[in-house]
């Protein structure tokens, strides 16, 4: 029997819990609602594992939003020179520090509207600070969930901002947080872009895109 698009989204949340688990996971390395924050900034176009060696160094230095609002932004751009773009990025962590600092008592903002106002602050990084460290349900579409959502046929959207918005429709409110962290492990171990491992994939059976039934 052919299954409904509503009934094969559940198999494949299902089994998406079943074998990754519902535990949060997130890969950047931070202590706090704001080094996260820096880290998600610094990580666009740029490896996780990249970034938690550059953090490493910069949050010893700048341990706080107060810190890093006065830092030279020279010195900042030294700490993260190995990061895509660093020279954009550095301005953006002091700037977005400072705003914090300035406007939000320093704390870490907790709406959609007050941290895209940051500097370097898009709606895929504050949504990330919303799903990890608020839990407030949230669609994170960065370039594995974009690519693997198409592939299952949850959406045909390429715009990351529309892909978020249709996702929206067809998943489960409280699977929105877990669908990020799973799609991306999925996307990292098993779908990756230029060699996808279908014969592999426990999804196989549900995924449209499938090359290996």
Not at 33 to 41: C, D, F, K, R
Not at 155 to 169: H, S, W
Not at 170 to 187: A, D, F, R, S
Request: charged share 25%; glycine share 6%; with cysteine.
């Amino acid at each position: 029997m052919k299954l409904t698009k509503k009934q094969r989204i559940e198999k494949v949340l299902s089994l998406l819990d079943e074998h990754y688990g519902t535990e949060k996971i997130c890969y950047l390395n931070h202590e706090s609602p704001w080094q996260l924050l820096i880290a998600v900034i610094l990580s666009a176009q740029c490896t996780d594992a990249r970034v938690n060696i550059v953090t490493g160094p910069l949050f010893e230095r700048y341990p706080d939003a107060a810190a890093l609002a006065d830092a030279d932004i020279g010195d900042v751009e030294e700490l993260i020179h190995s990061v895509g773009f660093y020279k954009n990025k550095a301005r953006n962590i002091v700037l977005a520090s400072r705003k914090i600092v300035q406007e939000f008592g320093g704390e870490v903002p907790d709406t959609l509207d007050e941290l895209t106002s940051l500097a370097g602050v898009g709606r895929k990084t504050a949504n990330v600070i919303l799903g990890n460290i608020y839990d407030e349900p949230s669609i994170v579409v960065d370039t594995h969930v974009k690519r693997i959502s198409n592939k299952l046929g949850f959406t045909k959207e390429t715009d990351p901002e529309k892909a978020e918005y249709a996702l929206m429709k067809v998943l489960p409110k409280e699977h929105w947080i877990m669908y990020n962290i799973q799609i991306i492990t999925l996307g990292r171990q098993i779908c990756t872009a230029r060699s996808p491992k279908c014969g592999e994939c426990f999804l196989r059976d549900y995924c449209p895109s499938c090359e290996v039934k």
